[in-house]
């Protein structure tokens, strides 16, 4: 079937009507419906991949390449490919869609791309133009015009000629904005940087950020340091670079005084042996072995205890609880990777042992136990009895044997029957097997049947074959002789013996 994008695809129902796979015009044996069904379920699924991020590009980043499954047939304007891009371009770029050509990717203006416009591991779609791709959703769009936002932000573009009446209100970052501003009452910002760099110092004019006259008191931002100041004079907190400073000024917060290197050691009071009145020695510490008399409680949305045992070649474990079940995991590379060993389902009561259930009298039903042996066990109680002319059985619980009952002798007058230790057969033979004829016309006889031959047509081998035939002359006697014939015997016969060629003994054999 064709992809959607051609035109035997059509948006009125009554025009796809072309012959399958890629139509149905009706009346189609049922074998012929499965690959017009496939066939749609493919189309379907090859469009949704291509405008939707299924796939992620290869190639380099001048030379991108996306390969699905099943490709376009050709290129077609208006098809949009959408991916998550593996390389971020520095320059124009190229995009090869299952080996049907490189095409260049321009801008959604038709421009060429400039650095950064594809990033890697970002969504991009394009759109085909009829001889190249376009971005759909740039990463560097190119506006004209009037342009309105809540936020603007820039990367290596100056924003300039910027005056109170064109930059009314708005947010604007990373714009370095000089000369002086009266007016501004009120600065609100969620970050205010300032590239000073001064180093400040008790007397020192002209920072980058300060709150107060330099004659008074006054609090100082500049490169390295945060000074409180007085006139001149520095107070009694300041930070200058990575340290805090501290003068002979008693420092307090809230009411509190604040401990340091110059106010603290014996008789001031500071309890620093005690953490929340504990000692080190009784709170649990990662380099030392810990004992308590209390509980341990883990709380969160996933509690886990790790053994790691950083003997190489050697398995760690892990408690893990989580979804109402209870884990316990081995991992073979010191807890990069875990596999559970057991599982416990508090909900349900029920166990796992590597991811097969655990039975037990209270879960296991006949149905499993049938499912696992392949055939349903007899219950002891269950027994063999012998029927008619067998002898033995008994319950199953033991194994059992079955005798056949010793039959009796046949006679002519036995019948087929059965006892309770044995049984008796008829004759069966004489109507079929042995002849009971009264007819002297009679030409047909069992196999096995003699006759006594007189031999005046000719003399027969010992066990050749020869027609035997009514005698014509009498009713007593049989002859090989067809001249004398008043009836051939069906079947064929073969010679037993003659008395020096006058008569001789002849079977019949077919």
Do not use: C
């Amino acid at each position: 079937m064709v992809d959607i994008i051609d035109q035997k695809w059509s948006e009125l129902d009554a025009s796809n009507t072309g012959a399958a796979p890629d139509g149905v015009q009706g009346g189609y044996a049922p074998s012929t419906i499965a690959p017009i069904l496939r066939g749609t379920r493919g189309a379907l699924k090859r469009f949704y991949n291509r405008i939707n991020a299924a796939y992620t590009t290869t190639g380099s980043v001048t030379a991108a390449v996306l390969t699905f499954s099943q490709g376009p047939v050709s290129y077609a304007k208006g098809e949009r490919f959408a991916f998550w891009a593996n390389a971020t371009n520095t320059d124009a770029m190229t995009l090869n869609i299952n080996a049907l050509g490189a095409k260049s990717i321009l801008r959604g203006d038709g421009t060429a791309l400039v650095a950064g416009d594809i990033g890697s591991g970002q969504f991009t779609e394009l759109v085909y133009d009829g001889t190249a791709f376009r971005i759909v959703n740039g990463a560097g769009a190119k506006y004209t015009g009037n342009v309105t936002a809540a936020t603007f932000t820039g990367n290596g573009v100056a924003l300039t000629n910027l005056n109170a009446s064109n930059l009314s209100s708005g947010i604007v970052p990373n714009t370095v904005i000089s000369g002086s501003y009266d007016g501004m009452d009120t600065l609100t910002a969620n970050r205010i940087r300032l590239l000073s760099t001064t180093d400040a110092s008790e007397t020192s004019t002209a920072h980058g950020f300060q709150v107060g006259a330099d004659n008074s008191a006054n609090v100082i931002i500049d490169n390295n340091e945060i000074l409180f100041r007085n006139n001149g004079v520095l107070a009694a907190v300041n930070v200058v670079g990575s340290s805090v400073a501290m003068s002979t000024a008693s420092v307090t917060a809230g009411g509190n005084t604040v401990w340091h290197a110059g106010n603290d050691g014996a008789g001031t009071g500071l309890d620093a042996d005690l953490v929340d009145g504990y000692e080190a020695a009784r709170l649990f510490r990662d380099n030392a072995s810990f004992s308590t008399t209390g509980n341990l409680t883990i709380s969160n949305s996933g509690p886990v205890i790790d053994m790691i045992d950083t003997t190489s070649g050697q398995y760690s474990s892990r408690l893990y609880t989580n979804s109402n079940n209870f884990y316990i995991q081995q991992s073979p590379d010191n807890g990069a990777t875990w596999a559970t060993m057991m599982q416990f389902e508090m909900d349900t009561n029920n166990a796992y042992a590597n991811g097969q259930q655990i039975w037990t009298n209270g879960n296991v039903t006949a149905a499993v136990i049938n499912g696992k042996l392949g055939y349903t066990p007899v219950t002891p109680a269950r027994t063999v009895t012998a029927g008619n002319g067998l002898t033995g059985g008994g319950a199953l619980s033991a194994n059992q044997v079955i005798t056949l009952g010793t039959p009796a002798n046949i006679t002519n007058s036995t019948t087929n029957s059965v006892s309770t230790s044995s049984h008796t057969h008829a004759l069966g033979f004489i109507a079929a097997e042995v002849s009971t004829t009264t007819s002297a016309a009679t030409t047909s006889f069992p196999l096995g049947h003699l006759v006594y031959v007189r031999l005046n047509g000719s003399n027969v081998a010992r066990n050749g074959s020869s027609t035997i035939y009514l005698m014509n002359t009498d009713t007593r006697r049989y002859t090989n002789n067809s001249g004398s014939s008043d009836g051939t015997l069906s079947g064929t016969y073969r010679a037993r013996g003659d008395d020096d060629g006058s008569y001789g003994l002849f079977q019949r054999t077919a």
